[in-house]
Nanobody
Framework: QVLLKESGGALVHAGESLRLSCVAS????????MAWYRQAPGLPRVYVAD???????NYVDAVRSRFTITRDNTKNTVYLQMNSLKPEDTALYYC????????????WGKGAPVTVLS
């Protein structure tokens, strides 16, 4: 069982930056691929970015040039640096840990709220 705890959510204005953190416990962090998803009010949860155990990253097009996902295996932590925030980035941001070899090993945090005012 992997437990994930997000932090860093806040209310900011358009154009500002924010960094989300997600600390994992209960598993071997370096074994998992990590991802961020977000869910805007009234909409389904959608993929934002992911980082593999070897550091390979992927992004949804909407955030590719503005967000950066990184991980620190010594701190069991994954980060999402968000720059040039837009009102449409407003959402609850969820951390995800998953094994690429075992679909049953898929874990979620409870989310961190991000609100971007215009």
């Amino acid at each position: 069982q992997v437990l994930l705890k997000e932090s860093g959510g806040a209310l900011v204005h358009a154009g500002e930056s924010l960094r989300l953190s997600c600390v994992a416990s209960g598993g071997i962090f370096s074994d998992y691929a990590m991802a961020w998803y977000r869910q805007a009010p009234g909409l389904p949860r959608v993929y934002v970015a992911d980082i593999s155990s070897d550091g390979t990253t992927n992004y949804v097009d909407a955030v590719r040039s503005r967000f950066t996902i990184t991980r620190d295996n010594t701190k069991n932590t994954v980060y999402l640096q968000m720059n040039s925030l837009k009102p449409e980035d407003t959402a609850l941001y969820y951390c995800n840990a998953h094994s690429t070899s075992d679909p049953a090993m898929n874990y979620w945090g409870k989310g961190a709220p991000v609100t971007v005012l215009s």
